[in-house]
Structure formats: structure tokens, C-alpha cells
């Protein structure tokens, strides 16, 4: 079924898909689908898994079994670490134009390798190809930026002395030693990576555990960075639940990069306090997007399509609260529920997909019952509202609701799933307050042809990112922007230079001249408090910092 590698010591760079899937829209979408024992074996072999346990995986697209995935003991873990430390000792003294060059080719292998990256995030996500091509697009975006930028984030930097020409500081950038990546199933590939890339360019290792349900993608970009050239010691990777691995790997590690929900953010944060190490936690939300009476009709309801079901929803900066200006209500909702019922929907592994299917039944249950709940409370479906076993096992529509009311369960918890809730606004005091309500504050949109108005509204959102006239994708894929959560949607931020500083230690060096801190040549201690008094007095006036 799969087309073996042709040549090449590298079993995966064969260049052919790795997955014999239909590669047109007549294709059987009841079709089975199935990984070669061989490509699984070369994609576990990554793995530090020696408890001789596998556990199995099946895919979202049809339920049929993927793959045996080796699981991970802490004696594994701590091996894990073991390595790591080593090559990372080694690593720190390599120069940052050598860890930037091979970002640079993983930059380039991955847009090579998009179609064999694509057709295993797929497989084990369910997701339309159309947005399993946002995380080669991802990881490519960061690899360059950072690879470009390094030497702005990492460079010793000079600061200002205490006192002029006499006291001369600067500041190091020293990585933390190794970081522990444990990261969520929704962007298999790119939540499996793009943290780890600014690690490693600071010069740290990395420890990573992936979701147990998409194992597969994140050795796939294990062995990209072995190709690379990235010692293979500095970046392990280790399987099995995070309630068994996530322990061991927060005690040893010297920071924690979490990406999920808000509830195991709250654990992980518990035990990296203990521990007094740094952790950065990208968390859940509940996002509005806001459609003000001036927006683009067209171009707002085109928009919101993308804000609330790219990758079926099962994305932490999707939309699932939609405020719309009365102004515009009926119109807007015409447009929206026209384009959402005009969606292609399919689980398969060609493009033409608009939506594809959630991931496990534990999402379908989940968004079921949100629905569920909704309606039975009185909400109206104004498009979708119900699984497609037909298209898959886990399939949900597309779903519009209106008359979304406090006590049901979709108005203040994260569905997770492509459920978007309607709601009127009169005027746009009140839309931002909306909008702030609940816990969360991950991102929102703003849709408006006044982009000073719209950017002023922003400031009053209490989201890590807000997005004008687009869903998500202007800040997320402008690398050199932070992205991240307010409130219970995360603490840190991933990308730009809080991306990367979050993996060294700043080190100020200060070396000095001249004057010493002391009284001198005989001066007593209140004839230099009166000096000091003086000399500030004095550089406040000159207007110094
Ligand atoms: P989850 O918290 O259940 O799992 C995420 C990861 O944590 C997995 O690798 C899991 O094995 C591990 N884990 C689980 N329990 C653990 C524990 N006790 N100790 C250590 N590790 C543990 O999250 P999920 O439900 O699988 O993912 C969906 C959630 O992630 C949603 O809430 C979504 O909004 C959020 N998310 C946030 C972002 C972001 O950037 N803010 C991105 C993607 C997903």
C-alpha cells in the first residue's frame, strides 16, 4: 500500500507519499486506510520506549487501526534526560550560526516533504488536508524566523551603567539546560515542534512528549530534525500518558513548554512551582470574533467560516462566540449560514475538503452533548447540529447556533469542537464586554473597514491576540509577534522574543572602572551619601535613564 523509500540513507526522505491514499475527489471516501509496518517501525524507532508495552491507534478517518505505538517507562524518561544533558553540553558551545543553519534546512526539508508530512497528520488527526497544510506552513514560518533572527534574541547585549563610561554592563543569554515539551493531539506536527525550535537555537535540549493519539507526526518531525543535522541526543522523544510521564519529566526538566487545557496547565504549574522551574502554558479558550455594523459583509462571513471550523474547531484560537451589530444581524447571518451549508465536508486524505472529522469519540461525545444540551434548552440550529457517522466516525457538522443562553453548557466552556454560538449586540461598549466575559482570554477577531476603531476596540479585549479582519492567522503566523493567553487561557507566550528568551537565563556581567561603590580616598560615609545625593540630582536634570 505504501510506496517503500527508493534510496537515500535516510528511510524517510523517499520523496513518494508515504500513505497510497485516494488522490482524487472520486475516490471510495469509505476506503481504508492503513501505514505500512515498515514506516510505522522507522517513525517508533525514535522513540525511547523500552517497556516492551505498545499501545494501538486507530484512525479518525474510518476507525481502522494505524499503528502499535511503543510506550515509554520513567526509566526511559529519565534515560531521556540522560541523553539530552550530554548532547546538550555539547550543543550550548556550538556556534549560533551553526544551530541557525540547520533550522534553515529544516525550513527547506519541510516544505520538501509537505505531502508525506500532510498525509500522516491526516491519518492520525482526521482533519481536512486543507488545514493539515497550516503546520508544515508553521514550522517553516518559525524555523526561518528564528533562524533569521538569532543573533537579535541571542546576542550579549550592552546596558546602561550606573555610572557613564565608567561602569559597563551586559547581559547573556544562557540557555536553561533541557526543556520538557508536552503537547496536545489537535496540530499533531506543529505543537509537536515549533516550541522546540527556539530551544533549541538558544541552546537547550528538549524532552518531548506528544499526545498518546498522534505519536506518529511528532517522530516524524524528530527525524526531520535528525536530517537537519541537529545532534539526534538533543531532542528525545517519549511516549504515554501525560498522568504517567508528565511527572517525571517536570522533576528533571529546567522548563516546561505545555500546550493543552486548562485544567492539566493548572497541574503542570503546581508541580514546576515545587520545583521552582519556569513553565509557559498555552491553554484553552473560548474566543469571540465581533462583526461591527461597518464590516465587509462577504468578507466577514468568508472569515468566519475559517474562524469557526478550521481543523473541525479543535483549535485554541478558534471562534466559538460570534457577536454581530444589529445593524448588520440578518444580513451577515444570511451569508454565514449560506457559506457553511455550502461546505464540502469529508473525511478523506485528498484536498477539496472544507471540514474534516474530530479526532476521537471523546470529542464527538463532547460536542454532542454541547449541542445537545443547547437545543434541549431551547437554541436554535441554524446550520448542521448533528454527527455523520456516513462521513466517519466522529464526524459533526458545521454547526450555527443562535439563542445560546447562560445556563447551557456551550455558552461559557470550550466546546473544542465546530460549534459557534450567535449573539446580537446594540453597541460596541457592550460587545467588548461580552466578549470579556468568562475566564478565558486566548484571541479574538474584530471585523470592521475602520481599522484605527477596530485596533482601539482591541486594546479593551482582554485576548493574548486579537485579529482584525482576519480569524486567527495574522498574528499566529506573523512569527515575530507573541502569542499566548490572558487570564486562564495560559501564562508566557510562544513566538517572537518572549518565544526564545523563555529558554535562557538573562546573566548581567558588570564590570567596573574607576569609582568603586565605596567611600574613597578618606571620605566618610555620609560625605559620599551627600556625593550620591548630588550625582542623581544631576543626571536626573541631563535627563539620563
Ligand atoms: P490535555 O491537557 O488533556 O493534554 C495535552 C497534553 O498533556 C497531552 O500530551 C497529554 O498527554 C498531557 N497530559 C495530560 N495530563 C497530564 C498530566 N497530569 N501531566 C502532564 N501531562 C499531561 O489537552 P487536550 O484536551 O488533549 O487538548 C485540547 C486542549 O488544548 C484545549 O483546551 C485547547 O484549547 C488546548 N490547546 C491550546 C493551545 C494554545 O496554544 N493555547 C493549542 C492547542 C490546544
Not at 523517499?14 to 488522490?23: E, N, W
Not at 507526526?217 to 545532534?231: K, N, V, W
Not at 476596540?457 to 486579537?466: E, M, N, P, S, Y
Not at 482576519?470 to 522574543?497: K, N, W
Request: aromatic share 6%; proline share 6%.
Amino acid at each position: 500500500m505504501t510506496t517503500p523509500p527508493t534510496s537515500g540513507s535516510d528511510p524517510i526522505s523517499s520523496g513518494g507519499p508515504l500513505v497510497d491514499g485516494p488522490a482524487d475527489p472520486e475516490h471510495d471516501p469509505t476506503a481504508s486506510y492503513a501505514l505500512e509496518p515498515d514506516d510505522v517501525a522507522r517513525l517508533t524507532s525514535r522513540l525511547l520506549a523500552t517497556s516492551g508495552r505498545t499501545t494501538q491507534v486507530h484512525s479518525p478517518l474510518d476507525g481502522a487501526p494505524l499503528a502499535h505505538i511503543p510506550q515509554s517507562t520513567s526509566e526511559d524518561v529519565a534515560e531521556a534526560f540522560a541523553r539530552a544533558r550530554r548532547a546538550q553540553a555539547i550543543w550550548a558551545r556550538t556556534p549560533v550560526e551553526e544551530r541557525a543553519a540547520a533550522l534553515l534546512r529544516l525550513h527547506d526539508l519541510v516544505l520538501d516533504r509537505q505531502q508525506e508530512i500532510i498525509d500522516l497528520i491526516v491519518l492520525e488527526s482526521g482533519k481536512a488536508r486543507k488545514h493539515a497544510f497550516d503546520e508544515p506552513l508553521h514550522i517553516a514560518l518559525t524555523a526561518r524566523y528564528y533562524a533569521r533572527t538569532a543573533r537579535q534574541h541571542l546576542d550579549t547585549q550592552r546596558k546602561i551603567g550606573v555610572i557613564p563610561a565608567l561602569t559597563r554592563v551586559e547581559v547573556n543569554r544562557v540557555p536553561k539546560g533541557v526543556v520538557g515539551i508536552i503537547s496536545p493531539w489537535n496540530y499533531p506536527f506543529t505543537m509537536a515542534l515549533c516550541d522546540g525550535l527556539p530551544a533549541l537555537l538558544a541552546g537547550n535540549a528538549v524532552v518531548a512528549k506528544p499526545d498518546a493519539q498522534t505519536m506518529l507526526s511528532a517522530l516524524y518531525g524528530a527525524r526531520l530534525l535528525d536530517e537537519a543535522g541537529f545532534p539526534k541526543d538533543l531532542w528525545q522523544v517519549v511516549a504515554g500518558p501525560g498522568r504517567e510521564l508528565g511527572t517525571p519529566i517536570i522533576e528533571q526538566s529546567d522548563y516546561i513548554c505545555f500546550t493543552g487545557s486548562t485544567a492539566t496547565g493548572k497541574v503542570i504549574a503546581r508541580q514546576c512551582a515545587e520545583r521552582l522551574i519556569g513553565c509557559s502554558l498555552e491553554l484553552g479558550g473560548k474566543n469571540p470574533i465581533l462583526i461591527l455594523r461597518d464590516a465587509d459583509i462577504e468578507k466577514a462571513a468568508e472569515g468566519a467560516v475559517r474562524a469557526s471550523f478550521s481543523n473541525a474547531g479543535q483549535l485554541c484560537v478558534s471562534m466559538e462566540r460570534m457577536f454581530v451589530a444589529d445593524q448588520v444581524y440578518d444580513r451577515f447571518v444570511d451569508r454565514f449560514v449560506a457559506r457553511t451549508r455550502a461546505m464540502t465536508l469529508g473525511a478523506t486524505l485528498d484536498w477539496g475538503n472544507d471540514m474534516g472529522t474530530l479526532i476521537s469519540q471523546d470529542q464527538l461525545d463532547t460536542v454532542t452533548a454541547h449541542v445537545e444540551d443547547a437545543v434541549s434548552k431551547g437554541a436554535r440550529v441554524l446550520a448542521g447540529g448533528k454527527a455523520r457517522p456516513d462521513l466517519g466516525p466522529f464526524y459533526f457538522e458545521p454547526t450555527i447556533l443562535e439563542g445560546v443562553t447562560p445556563e447551557m453548557t456551550c455558552f461559557g466552556n470550550e466546546t473544542f469542537g465546530p460549534v459557534i454560538s450567535l449573539y446580537r449586540f446594540h453597541d460596541e461598549a457592550e460587545a467588548v464586554a461580552r466578549a470579556n466575559d468568562g475566564e478565558y482570554g486566548l484571541n479574538a477577531s474584530i471585523y470592521s473597514q475602520d481599522g484605527a476603531r477596530a485596533r482601539e476596540l482591541a486594546r479593551q479585549i482582554k485576548c493574548g491576540t486579537v485579529n482584525i479582519n482576519e480569524a486567527f492567522g495574522a498574528t499566529f503566523a506573523s512569527i515575530d509577534s507573541p502569542m499566548g493567553g490572558m487570564r486562564e487561557s495560559g501564562m508566557g507566550r510562544r513566538q517572537g522574543s518572549e518565544g526564545i528568551h523563555r529558554y535562557t537565563e538573562s546573566q548581567a556581567v558588570g564590570t567596573q572602572r574607576g569609582l568603586r561603590f565605596a567611600p574613597m580616598f578618606g571620605m566618610s560615609d555620609e560625605a559620599y551619601a551627600k556625593m550620591m545625593t548630588t550625582s542623581l540630582r544631576l543626571m536626573n536634570k541631563l535627563g539620563r535613564a
